[in-house]
């Protein structure tokens, strides 16, 4: 059984943004009275934070596929929707972050240093904002 890891490769992917609405108001008399959509929420992110209290990347080693949360959907009467929440994976003190070419990207050596892996996605604008 394995007890120490001190290189792995890890799969991130970042939260998609969440889809805008096309609404139409609807009120009493007035069959179009006109847009009411709301703005989809953005992706969360993925960030990696150099954690004094975590010793081996072991937890990664397990499972080395990690997804951050999505946007919500837009609704109608101007509701946008929620951010997705980021997601934050400890990492040891002195870890190297690369790339597939084995390019250095960061090199996490102070105690809460962040590194933003995988950024989300922006939520779809609905439409145009004109409240009457």
Known sequence: MV???DQVQVHLQAGRG???CVSIRREKF???????????????????????????????HRRPHREAEN??????D???????QELLLPVPIGTVVKNDKGETLADLTEPGTRYVAAQGGLGDSATTRSRA
Request: cysteine-free; overall charge negative; proline content about 6%.
């Open 3 to 5: 007890t120490f890891v």
């Open 18 to 20: 969440g889809n805008g």
């Open 71 to 76: 946007g919500g959907y837009g609704a109608g």
């Open 30 to 60: 007035k069959p179009l009275a006109g847009p009411d959509g709301g703005a989809g929420g953005n992706g969360g992110d993925v960030v990696l934070i150099a954690d004094p209290q975590v010793t081996t990347l072991l937890e990664y």
């Open 78 to 84: 101007y509701r946008d929707g929620v951010n997705g």
